[in-house]
């Protein structure tokens, strides 16, 4: 199975937004509505920041919002903060137990 | 509140073996699948491998196929990864953590270094 496409890094100032996109396939991303943002920082452990394309998990801030187009989804920043710089990874269910991530963006915060 | 903890990690020599486990609280662990994913140094995650809620179906990734098992005990809330025949390209954290399709709970994660 294939990784999903990431740019490899993505900026804003504080306050700004910025989205970041995960393209696939049919056979992922495009196939089935189970893509999830993790956040990760340097020496943690991923945190989900958004499952099922669109839901955020309890205590996630609204500031972080997905979305979908076709074989595409898309993480947006809003309102973008100083802890909010991480490495983000997508990730999609690609049917018969198979999952797959994408390789990770590197948001940095000016 | 929900907790995942692995153990088991260390160093170990190129073709050997090493035994992971991941102790869970704080949800209905027998009611979700659970998987291990691993990080190499300065890399991305890499799915591992997948044990649905009875343990009645299992899936590996490529690079581990034939070499690592996962196995659950639901009596006591523990996911294991078997490693046998471990290489160099192994060397990561690994994490469990927890869901079949949104995998929503992670482990702090345990190193695995194979190196002679």
């Known amino acids: 199975q294939s990784a999903l496409t990431q740019p490899p890094s993505a900026s804003g100032s504080p306050g700004q937004s910025v989205t970041i996109s995960c393209t696939g396939t049919s056979s992922d991303v495009g196939g089935y509505n189970y893509v999830s943002w993790y956040q990760q920082h340097p020496g943690k452990a991923p945190k989900l920041m958004i499952y099922e394309v669109t839901k955020r998990p309890s205590g996630v801030p609204d500031r972080f919002s997905g979305s979908k187009s076709g074989n595409t989804a898309s993480l947006t920043v809003s309102g973008l903060q100083a802890e909010d710089e991480a490495d983000y990874y997508c990730s999609s269910y690609a049917g018969s137990n198979v999952g797959v991530f994408g390789g990770g963006t590197k948001l940095t915060v000016l | 509140q929900v907790q995942l903890v692995e153990s088991g990690g260390g160093v170990v020599q190129p073709g050997r073996s090493l035994r992971l486990s991941c102790a869970t609280s704080g949800f209905s662990f027998s009611d979700f699948g659970m998987r291990w994913v691993r990080q190499a140094p300065g890399k991305g995650l890499e799915w591992v491998a997948l044990i649905w809620h009875d343990g009645t179906t299992t899936y590996y990734a490529d690079s581990v196929k034939g070499r690592f098992t996962i196995s659950r005990d639901n009596s006591k809330n523990t996911v294991y990864l078997q490693m046998n025949s471990l290489r160099a390209e192994d060397t990561a954290v690994y994490y469990c953590?927890?869901?079949?399709?949104?995998?929503?709970?992670w482990g702090q994660g345990t190193m695995v270094t194979v190196s002679s």
């Open positions: 953590a927890k869901g079949y399709r949104v995998v929503d709970i």
